[in-house]
């Protein structure tokens, strides 16, 4: 029991990080209908740009803000240069632009900061773990939980109660109808790539304090992709639940079924839901019931 | 600019539509929409209606058209070549036909987005109130999702959106549809009450002639992409050929014979 509570609790410690990131994801595929295969790799340059300040000396709180400052900024560019002339192009076309930015951008980060493991140092967070009842857990994952769940909560609210964050989710129901509004649908596209970028950013650089950061941090890109497939592509709250479940799910076949296996069944896990949920629910929990042809 | 305009508001001058660069819909046509009026444009499937109120609202370049002859004038200024986005900050709000509220967002929630343009605290809860005044129905409604609402709420939903955006000119695609009798008829009457009580001009497309030339003192019709007459409402009703083809009526106690098919087939070719 002791065991379940403590895989529990860290699976949904991680769990939260893989919100954040399959919010950004949602967030453009709900809006432009891209489906975005780059994300992993927008969470490596998040974290290296945090890494990056934070070893300049400025204290992490701060670096983190530069770094969604810049997730914005680059957001916008990315989408700008890279989407915005994909516009009404077929679809796979869309996603194989997306497929080149994720090499284009691993190249870069390779390019810039290399590829070996660096991790934070002096450590952002005290090593000393916390003892929540019986169960143990790194100060790290709590840290990272909570900044996660601010920001989700920040990201939420800019979608309910902001008049730009109500305009990119009427534009997600119905483009048409919002162009009529006088709606510009290209500022709610790139907003939609610059959220995502410093919701990446953010959780590549939470992950990157707990397991030390190289390029294998982008493999987080493609563990988003089970988590939106559970909560339905185009459901802001099924990717929170949908990553928080995900991150459950892995631990616990970490903990229960890797000593059957010679390892790596964390890894393939989410995966197999995925498919699961696929055969049964192929619009996810809460996803929209649309036909869609790629 | 203003004395030239002349009290009109909306001007068509002969305007021509292609869709694709090759496809030509709209032939000639030209329409005017005077200040604070209500003007109808009727016709059959496909004779260009809806074509025409894109063409006006700027919505025909996200569908690949253009107007590629003749000019759109708003209140003396040159339109047809603006964006969606910047027609609409002129103030022109198009109603898209079908109801296409924001499904899964509030009724209120679908209001605030029509403020879009118009966004600051104070003046979004005014208009708001404005809208609920003419619309009670939606009070109730407000925090539910407008996907689940029902037809006649949705449009009142549309057009209330359109109405947060205070509109110098309105263009209504087809109210009616879908709709039951009695809910056309309350939508109506509120259409009437804002064109009277708010002087926002109205450019009204209909299938329901009947209903339309009521509403409307004047109207154009169209046929396959031209222009083939246009009148008071109140000559229309008497056109024979109006009340034949349009308004299904004829003189009563006459019997029909193959002539009178014969005949309505070369009033149509002559109407085109």
Not at chain 2, 106 to 135: C, D, I, P, Q, W
Not at chain 2, 202 to 217: F, G, I, R, Y
Request: hydrophobic share 50%; proline share 4%.
């Amino acid at each position: 029991m002791e065991i379940f509570l403590q895989l529990l609790i860290t699976g949904i410690l991680v769990g939260s990080i893989y919100a954040l990131v399959a919010l950004g994801w949602t967030l453009i595929y709900k809006c432009s209908g891209v489906l975005n295969l780059a994300m992993g790799e927008l969470t490596l340059i998040g974290a290296y740009v945090c890494l990056t300040f934070y070893h300049w000396g400025i204290p992490f709180v701060l670096a983190l803000f530069f770094t969604l400052v810049i997730g914005f900024i680059l957001g916008i560019l990315t989408e700008i240069i890279f989407l915005r002339p994909m516009v009404g192009e077929p679809h796979l076309a869309v996603i194989m632009v997306t497929v080149g930015l994720a090499f284009f951008f691993k190249g870069l980060v390779m390019l810039i900061w290399g590829t070996d493991t660096v991790v934070f140092s002096p450590p952002v967070f005290p090593i000393q773990p916390v003892f929540l009842g019986k169960v143990v857990v790194g100060q790290v994952f709590l840290w990272a939980f909570v900044a996660s769940i601010i920001l989700l909560v920040a990201f939420v609210s800019f979608f309910k109660f902001t008049k730009w964050g109500l305009s990119m989710q009427a534009t997600a129901d119905d483009e048409m109808a919002a162009l009529s509004l006088g709606v510009n649908a290209k500022v709610v596209y790139a907003l939609a790539w610059a959220i995502a970028f410093m919701a990446a950013g953010v959780g590549g650089t939470l992950l990157g304090n707990i397991n030390g950061l190289n390029i294998s941090v982008g493999y987080l890109g493609l563990l988003v992709l089970p988590a939106v497939v559970l909560g339905g592509l185009n459901s802001i709250p099924g990717a929170i639940v949908g990553g928080l479940v995900i991150g459950i799910l892995q631990n616990l076949a970490d903990g229960y079924l890797s000593r059957f296996t010679p390892g790596g069944v964390k890894e393939v896990f989410p995966f197999a839901v995925m498919v699961i949920v696929l055969l049964f629910k192929p619009y996810g929990l809460w996803g929209w019931v649309r036909i869609e042809r790629v | 600019m203003e004395q030239k305009t002349n009290g009109v508001i909306l001007k068509l001058n002969n305007i021509e539509v292609m869709y694709h660069e090759v496809i030509l819909v709209l032939k000639g046509v030209s329409i005017e929409v005077p200040q604070g009026g209500i003007v109808a444009l009727l016709g059959a499937n496909g004779a260009g209606k809806s074509t025409t109120l894109k063409s006006i609202s700027g919505l025909l370049k996200h569908e690949d058209g253009e107007v590629t002859d003749g000019s759109i004038e708003f209140m003396g200024e040159k339109i047809h070549h603006l964006s969606a986005e910047e027609i609409s900050k002129r103030g022109i709000f198009q109603i898209i036909e079908g109801r296409r509220v924001f499904g899964h967002l509030t009724v209120e929630e679908n209001l605030r987005v029509g403020a879009h343009l118009r966004g600051t605290g104070s003046a979004t809860k005014e208009r708001l109130e404005m809208v609920y005044h003419y619309f009670p129905r939606l009070v109730e409604r407000r925090n539910i999702m407008a996907g689940f609402i029902s037809g006649g709420e949705q449009q009142m939903t549309v057009i209330g959106r359109a109405m947060m955006a205070r509109p110098k000119l309105m263009l209504l695609d087809e109210p009616s549809m879908g709709l039951a009798p009695l809910l056309i008829k309350e939508i109506f009457e509120i259409i009437k009450k804002l064109n009277q009580e708010e002087k926002i001009p109205l450019l009204l497309v209909e299938q329901n002639v009947k209903l339309a030339l009521t509403v409307a003192p004047y109207a154009y019709v169209l046929e396959t992409g031209r222009l083939v007459m246009h009148d008071t409402s109140e000559k229309l009703k008497e056109n024979p050929d109006i009340r034949d083809f349009y308004l299904g009526l004829s003189d009563i106690g006459e019997k029909k014979s193959f002539r009178h098919v014969k005949h309505y087939k070369r009033r149509k070719r002559w109407l085109t």
